[in-house]
């Protein structure tokens, strides 16, 4: 069986609209014995998704709770907030309760937002046998780099580390984040990647293909399987 399905797609939009449902079939389909446990992305195709499962007016949103793959370190006001994109678009029409909201606090120092991330997934998430959240979906967006999440190629220190959350300054702006770390990518039941946007084709190409172990490449070696959608088609 592959490692990954990957769906193509003719724009984001139509991306957004078939990933939306997919999640509103999935939290409607879920056993409401415990939370639906979800982590958020960032970049620009979060705003497309929410926008979309707004669209469809989810009445089954009651169970969910919402955290992130990773959070830039910034007020939870500022612009490059991934939970301001979650709060803007997601959150406030929906009315989602603040205590489904499981916000990293980038305002904060990184040993306390990072301790207090861990603290909050692992009270909420169902836990592995050594002590790792595992999430029902996590979200991904995938840099021009096969980034994911902030987790970036040539750190090795991620690669090496079993913590939950790590602080890491990244090479993408803003620098200063928290993310999670490959462990909680590599058990989550389900990850879809949004890789969408222009001149990711070749990091793409190379994580599907094995050949450079870009971080997306990790994450699908790491998984039993993962869905890719894409607005592009490889070359
Ligand atoms: C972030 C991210 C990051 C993002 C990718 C894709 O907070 O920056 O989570 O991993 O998802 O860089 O971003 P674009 O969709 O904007 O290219």
């Given at each position: ?199 990711k084709q ?28 894409t607005d592009f088609d490889?070359?």
């Amino acid at each position: 069986m592959s490692k990954y399905t990957l769906e193509v797609f003719e724009d984001a939009k139509a991306l957004a609209r078939e990933a939306a449902g997919r999640w509103l079939a999935a939290i409607e389909k879920h056993d409401g014995s415990r939370p639906f446990t979800i982590a958020l992305s960032g970049g620009r195709i979060p705003k497309v998704l929410y926008d979309e499962f707004v669209s469809l007016r989810p009445q089954s949103v009651g169970n969910v709770h919402f955290f992130w793959g990773d959070e830039r370190c910034v007020p939870p006001d500022d612009e490059e907030s991934n939970f301001k994109l979650a709060a803007d678009n997601l959150f406030s029409p929906l009315s989602l309760p603040e205590m489904q909201i499981h916000r990293i606090l980038g305002e904060r120092d990184d040993a306390f937002a990072v301790a207090q991330a861990e603290a909050e997934i692992c009270r909420v998430a169902e836990l592995s046998p050594d002590g790792q959240p595992v999430l029902d979906l996590i979200f991904l967006g995938m840099g021009e780099d096969g980034h994911v999440a902030s987790l970036f190629p040539e750190d090795e220190e991620a690669v090496a580390s079993t913590a939950v959350y790590r602080a890491v300054i990244g090479p993408k702006p803003p620098p200063r984040r928290v993310t999670l770390g490959y462990p909680a990518l590599a058990l989550a039941r389900e990850v879809w990647v949004l890789a969408a946007g222009a001149g990711k084709q070749e990091a793409l190409r190379v994580s599907l293909s094995g050949e450079e172990s870009t971080p997306l490449a990790r994450v699908l070696q790491l998984r039993t399987h993962t869905r890719i959608f894409t607005d592009f088609d490889l070359p």
